[in-house]
């Protein structure tokens, strides 16, 4: 069973920047390099969307939501994925949650970015 560890998450003020990272803890190296990754937001009522993938050759793939302004990495040899969001915005808070892509259907708890002046 595949388990992502999410971290980074904050209050911060509009403009301001973080950086989540995200571990995939169970997952093999076998499978966690050939695998396409993404980072998912769920805001208050509204659906998980997918804002940033990464495939297993670094192909970046965001959402017009946040193009520009955030930037997808991951490091096979620690199976882990980063996001570095900058020039945040009121509308990106949300939970944020790392997954395959396509998504399994095991989820993390995901982590907190809250932007308030």
């Known amino acids: 069973q595949v388990h992502f560890l999410e971290s980074g998450g904050g209050l911060v003020q509009p403009g301001g920047s973080l950086r989540l990272s995200c571990r995939a803890s169970?997952?093999?190296?076998?499978?966690?390099?050939?695998?396409?990754m993404g980072w998912y937001r769920q805001a208050p009522e509204k659906e998980r969307e997918l804002v940033a993938s990464i495939s297993s050759g670094r192909t970046t793939n965001y959402a017009d939501s946040v193009k520009g302004r955030f930037t997808i990495s991951r490091d096979n040899a620690r199976k882990s994925v980063y996001l570095q969001m900058d020039s945040l915005e009121p509308e990106d808070t949300a939970v944020y949650y790392c997954?395959?892509?396509?998504?399994?259907?095991?989820w993390g708890q995901g982590t907190q970015v809250s932007v308030s002046s």
């Open positions: 997954n395959t892509v396509p998504h399994g259907v095991n």
């Open positions: 169970r997952m093999i190296t076998s499978t966690f390099n050939p695998a396409t």
